[in-house]
């Protein structure tokens, strides 16, 4: 079994920073791609920021220049660094992994159970 547990949401006031990691455990044989995802209230589920195996990476627009990921491979964790946070940015964080697990012939989606992240004006 695979799980992603996920850690360092909170509230912080506008222009602060906040560092979210997450850690992938279980019966893993490798891990893929890894990343994080926003949802506010009455939205869909965005893409903030992803990170290949091979260190490449990709954010949304609008964290451009304010976040950062990074992934230790071998600990099999991904970190989201978030600076000049602004309250549009608060949301509830879910890490993501395309994990191939023991006894899988394929990769499939696994994601953590999300964390808070309120920014005040």
């Known amino acids: 079994q695979v799980q992603l547990v996920e850690s360092g949401g909170g509230l912080v006031q506008a222009g602060g920073s906040l560092r979210l990691s997450c850690a992938a455990s279980?019966?893993?044989?490798?891990?893929?791609?890894m990343g994080w995802y926003r949802q506010a209230p009455g939205k869909q589920r965005d893409l903030v920021a992803a990170?290949?195996?091979?260190?490449?990476?990709n954010y949304a627009n609008s964290v451009k220049g304010r976040f950062t990921i990074s992934r230790d491979n071998a600990k099999n964790t991904v970190n989201l660094q978030m600076n000049s946070l602004k309250p549009d940015d608060t949301a509830v964080y879910y890490c993501?992994?395309?994990?191939?697990?023991?006894?899988?012939?394929?990769?499939?989606?696994?994601w953590g159970q999300g964390t808070q992240v309120t920014v005040s004006s």
């Open positions: 993501n992994a395309a994990i191939l697990a023991v006894g899988s012939s394929w990769s499939a989606d696994y």
């Open positions: 279980g019966s893993i044989v490798s891990i893929n791609a």
């Open positions: 990170i290949t195996t091979g260190g490449r990476t």
